[in-house]
């Protein structure tokens, strides 16, 4: 049964800094293609950035230069650094993984910016 698990969302002030990670278990977690999604209210979910089995990552325009994905195959967890947030930026934070042919979603972590 594959299950993932974000957590470290929370509420930051503008401009300020979050950590999210996910936890993955049921699946060969070095073989999957691992990504962030968020989803504001109202809004369709969203891709935030990527990363593939060897390390690539890929990041929506709007966080680049801001915003780290990163992996840690031993610990079958990916993380999201987040930087610089802006109110605009507060959404549920959805960790996704693509494994032989299939999506598996976490159930999210919220994150809000506002002073």
């Known amino acids: 049964q594959v299950q993932l698990v974000e957590s470290g969302g929370g509420l930051v002030q503008p401009g300020g800094s979050l950590r999210l990670s996910c936890v993955a278990s049921?699946?060969?977690?070095?073989?999957?293609?691992m990504s962030w999604y968020r989803q504001a209210p109202g809004k369709e979910r969203v891709l935030v950035a990527g990363?593939?089995?060897?390390?690539?990552?890929t990041y929506a325009d709007s966080v680049k230069g801001r915003f780290t994905i990163s992996r840690d195959n031993a610990k079958n967890t990916v993380y999201l650094q987040m930087n610089s947030l802006k109110p605009e930026e507060k959404a549920v934070y959805l960790c996704?993984?693509?494994?032989?042919?299939?999506?598996?979603w976490g159930e999210g972590t919220q994150v809000t910016v506002s002073s």
């Open positions: 996704k993984a693509n494994w032989s042919r299939k999506d598996y």
């Open positions: 049921g699946l060969t977690f070095s073989w999957c293609y």
């Open positions: 990363i593939s089995s060897i390390g690539s990552t």
